[in-house]
């Protein structure tokens, strides 16, 4: 059995004149709401194995937090370019590359692929947005990652900031 858990970055700051995109960082929200979310997959005894991330700042950033609260070793995060506002299929491909045999694998996203592909992954349930911050864990019945398949998961846990 192994666990995926979704993560969409944190809240961040909008886009400056002429700065890229890809180099957004996060606004003071998402730097609060990055260790909370952090504490709360650690509070329910989720520590993941291996971390894929998309290498954007905004994106690296809630990595790097929620991974220090969670006490992974930073040696377990992957960046890979392909993860930056990928489309579901691309994020399907890169967990099946590069996830292995990790018993827990965690993947920090961009919507709207994240939320897409979170809504096509479960066979239990759709999620119709992941807001910012919000981590979605999900079970498999695979032994690897590369026969991860579309509606193959039985729904864990679903959280953002703001749930009570």
């Known amino acids: ?34 260790p909370e979310m952090g504490k709360r997959l650690k509070d329910r005894g989720f520590k993941p194995d291996k971390v894929l991330s998309s290498p954007a700042v905004r994106a ?41 045999n990790a018993p827990h694998l965690m993947l920090f996203g961009h919507n709207p692929g994240i939320t897409e592909f979170a809504e096509h992954i479960s066979r239990e349930r759709s999620i119709d947005n992941m807001p910012t911050c919000a981590t979605y864990t999900v079970q498999f019945d695979i032994a690897q990652w590369r026969d991860l398949d579309w509606n193959a998961g039985l729904n864990v846990e679903f959280d953002y900031p703001k749930k009570s």
């Open 1 to 34: 059995m192994l666990r995926l858990t979704l993560v969409r970055h944190a809240k961040t700051e909008p886009a400056y004149d002429g700065q890229e995109d890809w180099d957004r960082a996060l606004e003071a929200r998402g730097q609060r709401d990055a």
């Open 60 to 100: 690296l950033t809630t990595a790097t937090i929620m991974v220090r609260e969670l006490g992974i070793s930073a040696g377990n995060v992957i960046q890979d370019e392909r993860l930056y506002l990928a489309s579901p299929k691309d994020m399907l491909r890169v967990i099946q590359e590069l996830g292995g």
